[in-house]
């Protein structure tokens, strides 16, 4: 059975960091292209990073851009996100999705994915 599980979420006051993880079961993602997405209470589920499969090329939303670092490591079949400098307006359910050979930044500005985690609560709050 192909799953994607998200792991790292919690509460942290603004400023904070926090590492999401993305697992894979049941496939290997060397070939998929691995992105987060979030959706915030009330909001429309927006792309936030993606990574690619092949030559580990990245995209960031604008308003992500120099906080958040993706990264992946294929022997242990996981993509993290590095959350740093976090705001009150970072809270959200983050999801990891996974693409076959997908280009990171059409992945991110379509949101046109293949497998899709279920997804890890983020708060930022003081």
């Known amino acids: 059975q192909l799953q994607l599980v998200e792991s790292g979420g919690g509460l942290v006051q603004p400023g904070g960091s926090l590492r999401l993880s993305c697992a894979a079961s049941g496939f290997t993602l060397d070939y998929y292209a691995i992105g987060w997405f979030r959706q915030a209470p009330g909001k429309e589920r927006e792309g936030v990073s993606c990574?690619?499969?092949?030559?580990?090329?990245?995209y960031y939303a604008e308003s992500v851009k120099g906080r958040f670092t993706i990264s992946r490591d294929n022997a242990k079949n996981t993509v993290y996100l590095q959350m740093n400098s976090l705001k009150p307006e970072d809270t959200a359910v983050y999801y990891c999705?996974?693409?076959?050979?997908?280009?990171?930044?059409?992945?991110?500005?379509?949101?046109?994915?293949?497998?899709w985690g279920k997804g890890t609560l983020v708060t930022v709050s003081s």
């Open positions: 990574i690619s499969s092949s030559d580990g090329s990245t």
């Open positions: 999705a996974a693409t076959r050979f997908g280009v990171p930044k059409i992945v991110i500005t379509t949101g046109l994915v293949g497998y």
